[in-house]
């Protein structure tokens, strides 16, 4: 049983940066496709970034020229860096751990609680 936990949301103008922070329990970050997904209100969850057990990573056209998602093994932690945060940004970023990479939210096991980004114009 992999145990996820994000932190690092807050409060964030636009133009601004934030990195997620996703700590895994239970399994190694090194084992498993850890992705990242957000939840606006009135929207469904979708794809943000993901990095595969083999540290190759794939990020949503709407982020991949901003966000970042990166991985330390000797922590256990995912990271996601934000940067040049929208206010459509704005949602409930959630991690997520399967064992197959994909954008889609099925194939993923595990899942956080969610950490609130909120980004003010």
């Known amino acids: 049983q992999v145990t996820l936990v994000e932190s690092g949301g807050g409060l964030v103008q636009a133009g601004g940066s934030v990195r997620l922070s996703c700590a895994a329990s239970g399994g190694s970050v090194s084992r498993y496709a850890l992705g990242w997904f957000r939840q606006a209100p009135g929207r469904e969850r979708e794809f943000v970034a993901v990095?595969?057990?083999?540290?190759?990573?794939i990020q949503s056209n709407s982020v991949k020229d901003r966000f970042s998602i990166s991985r330390d093994t000797a922590k256990n932690t995912v990271y996601l860096q934000m940067n040049s945060l929208k206010p459509e940004d704005t949602a409930v970023y959630y991690c997520?751990?399967?064992?197959?990479?994909?954008?889609?939210?099925?194939?993923?096991?595990?899942w956080g609680k969610g950490t609130q980004v909120t980004v003010s114009s």
């Open positions: 990095i595969s057990w083999r540290g190759n990573t």
């Open positions: 997520a751990a399967g064992l197959t990479s994909s954008i889609a939210t099925t194939p993923y096991d595990y």
